[in-house]
């Protein structure tokens, strides 16, 4: 069992290298109780230029635990066209449908946008989630390779899936706690069926609801267009 954030909190001292991304030197995290946090230069590595000036103590307690959560993508559609869409690190299934992994596009005529799609070198587009026993095998397989313990439903817009509740109870069967992070769009229509086979949390990411971007500002209307092709790649 996992010991409790208290519990952590008071073993003994121990070196975090968190904000150091150089390794040359370790700060101890949890010093006794009153003194400031303390940064130890590194045998055989130069001071730092914190070291240097002395603004090595940012005075800032900082806790780091590996984050056990899986994010599954389930399908690539969303009914919105935010300008700052990260679309999980994959290209826009409507605008690369017909292009090969050379030629995918960042953006395109569906108004979406995967903002690192220029970078990211996936060579693959997403596909729709199936929820069949192959998705339970697949998360089965992580959640033992990995030691996860949460699955995070992502998209595109996850409740556009057709599927989203069987999804849901595919993934809490295997064991995992299950979240989301939605818009909105469909939550009316399946959201209670996702609660019911085991959906724990929704994470809302509402950006720019339409009725407020049409009153107040033009730019963030353009954020929330909906998309012409968004249902057209299920
Ligand atoms: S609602 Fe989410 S998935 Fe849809 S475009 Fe905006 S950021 Fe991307």
């Known amino acids: 069992m996992r010991p409790s954030r208290q519990a952590r909190d008071t073993r003994a001292p121990r070196r975090d290298t968190s904000n150091q991304l150089d390794g040359s030197s370790v700060r101890v995290a949890n010093p006794a109780p009153g003194d400031p946090p303390r940064w130890v230069p590194r045998p055989g590595y130069p001071p730092t230029i914190g070291e240097r000036h002395g603004t090595m103590n940012p005075g800032i307690p900082i806790h780091v635990?590996?984050?056990?959560?899986?994010?599954?993508?389930?399908?690539?559609?969303?009914?919105?066209?935010?300008?700052?869409?990260?679309?999980?690190?994959?290209?826009?299934?409507?605008?690369?449908?017909?292009?090969?992994?050379?030629?995918?596009?960042?953006?395109?005529?569906?108004?979406?946008?995967?903002?690192?799609?220029?970078?990211n070198r996936a060579t693959f587009l997403p596909a729709a989630m199936p929820d069949n026993a192959e998705f339970g095998i697949a998360l089965a397989s992580l959640r033992d390779a990995l030691d996860l313990s949460e699955v995070h439903l992502t998209g595109g817009e996850p409740t556009l899936h057709p599927a989203v509740a069987g999804l849901t109870k595919i993934a809490a069967a295997a064991g995992f706690r299950v979240g989301m992070t939605s818009n909105g769009e469909r939550g009316d229509q399946v959201l209670a069926d996702c609660a019911a086979v085991g959906l724990d949390r929704v994470n809302f990411s509402i950006s720019a609801p339409p009725p407020l971007n049409s009153r107040r500002s033009s730019t963030r209307a353009t954020a929330s267009q909906p998309s012409p092709n968004a249902r057209s790649t299920p």
Request: hydrophobic share 30%; with cysteine; proline share 4%.
């Open 65 to 119: 635990e590996k984050d056990t959560t899986l994010r599954a993508k389930i399908h690539d559609s969303c009914g919105l066209t935010c300008t700052f869409c990260h679309n999980e690190g994959t290209p826009v299934l409507a605008d690369n449908h017909h292009r090969s992994a050379t030629s995918f596009v960042a953006s395109g005529p569906s108004g979406r946008v995967s903002i690192y799609a220029a970078t």
